[in-house]
């Protein structure tokens, strides 16, 4: 048992796979020499040496192509995307090749592979720096979409995204990779598609993601003083999805609040909405409420920016005034 | 290879006194700037990143000093320079960095985004490359509706590894576009030294494969600059295309405010120290003739400047909160 930050949980996450598998290899921008903007892969290089661990020329698609290419016959690529924001430019690859490539030829090829990338806002990066980009893997068939919220789900989630056979997208909060928590020591690995429930309450469940998750904890203590109790899902996946441990906990409690970090429109909770209203209608007694980013651009400033991405109180208090009415 | 070859720089008898001076006045406010913003980096006004230009002046001063307002200019992050050489406030653009409600985009853009349409400036990208095909666009509008004007595109040596530069410069040259292609070498890509990810000897000669002119200058030598891009110019307002122009240069400081820069050989920055463009240019101006008083007094004149544009920016209020809402249209 040791503590880990989340930004030393990527780390640890592919050096425990690196040395498992001989041919899990590691490429993205400044992410050898430097050990990555984030310092999150400080030490692979040095262990695993520049045949395995490569920098790249600023050339997102390049990146992404050569990802793809080894890994149709044979390498198991962990690529990194610094920002979420810059899937925008290798996008093509993303949802035109990647995504499609095992059902298109028939199941003659699968691409055992991640993509890593910083996601989200809350550090004033302004724009083009702080997208919430879930949303947009979400939409494309033939992609899985993982997002830990805590540094041992950084390691677990991890290694069972390298160990999946197919594409994965795996988003880290920009804003948790100073976050850090008792882990303990030796091989950890996770499963893809389970929710974890980080708070029990009867009263409402909160389904939340990433750097959602803290910030539904924190509003779920401030409402327990208060007397509601409320259940915190963690989802950890978007793709696959655990729809069973959402139904089970709304079937529950009766009553559904997400919280989103993506701007709202077609966000993934409006797909959960979605799934739990078809399935379990009549078990909820009363509307399901989403928390999001609003349907903006990320303003720069301090204050507008700390407005625009869902808080603590904001999730209180939008949760109090709807058990309320 | 990638440093002047020697301190001096020339002098071009063309150019007076008087336009000498006011590109000095113009690097000294760029440089006094960029020492403010990073002193309100450490009071914790500045949030988020920010990258400086410092020790890069000369490169957008000598190139914008060859533009009119009513040419265009894009520009990277790295643009609080470049903004300013075509004429943005002091005031307007420090408060933006530090996210009052007077800064150049009321708050919302920040550091990485500097914007003054009013004075030709089309906006600071942070997506590497992005703004190199929105360069031609600019130059696409002007020839369209029958003016001369031209396109200054800034960018890094980074940016010339990524796919949209090539699509860029390609459509440009095909097209006879008149902008100017503009690439600051100061020899690193964020931590990477730019030899580590190209094989070639100059990044200019990438301009043969699109058949454009390419050009590489001396970016701390201020004259030169100014007359490489006056050429580029020229061509671009005659209807004879584009023009790269690699401009080879340094940051004295990291790439952004977290960065110490460990990866820069022993003594590489203190080399490049020797060769600041405003010293140089400082130099030509004394072996013209310009007394060591006239030369104070524009640096105290450009401290004075920079000192009231600060002063001005932190009495200005946040954002309101409304603004969250505004220009919000789908
Ligand atoms: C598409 C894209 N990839 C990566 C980045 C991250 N990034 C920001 S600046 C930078 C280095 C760019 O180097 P260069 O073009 O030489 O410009 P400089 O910073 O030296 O001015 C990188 C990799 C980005 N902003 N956009
Ligand atoms: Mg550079």
Known sequence: MAKLTYRHAVARGIAQEMRRDDSVVFLGEDVAAAGGVFKTTGGLLEEFGGRRVRDTPISEQAILGAAMGAAMTGLRPIAEIMFADFFAVCWDIVANEIAKMRYMTGGQITLPLVIRAANGGGLRFGAQHSQAIENWAMAIPGLKVVAPSTPRDVVGLLAASIRDPDPV??????????????????????TLGTARAVRDGGDATIVALGPMVPKA????????EEGIRCEVLDLRSLVPLDTRSVLESVARTGRL????????????????SSIVSEEIFGDLTGPIVRITTPHIPLPSAHALEELALPSAARIAETVRKALAS | MDYPERWEIDDDPSLDEAALLEMLRAMLEIRGLEDEIQRAFTKDLVRGSTHLCTGQEAAVVGACSVLRTTDSMVCTYRGHGAVLAKGASLAATFAEIVGRETGLCGGKGGSMHLTDAGVGAYGSFAIVGAHL??????????????????SLCFFGDGSTNIGAFHESLNLAAVWSLPVIFFCENNLYGEYTAWRATARVDRLADRAGSYGMPGVRIDGNDVIAVRRATGQAVERARAGEGPTLIEAVTYRHRGHSRTDPAKYRPDGELERWLKVDPIRRLENLLATRGVSPERLQEITAAARDAVRDAVEEALSAAPPRLEALYEDVYA
């Open chain 1, 169 to 190: 997208i795996f988003l880290e909060a920009k804003s948790l990779y100073a976050v850090s928590e008792d882990v303990e020591d030796g091989e950890i690995v996770d």
């Open chain 1, 217 to 224: 904890c924190a509003a779920a203590d401030e409402l327990a």
């Open chain 1, 257 to 272: 609040f997400t919280v989103e970090e993506n701007p709202r429109l077609c966000g993934w909770g409006a797909e959960v």
């Open chain 2, 133 to 150: 095909p929105i360069a031609n666009g600019l130059a696409l509008a002007a020839r369209q509706q029958g003016s001369d004007a031209v």
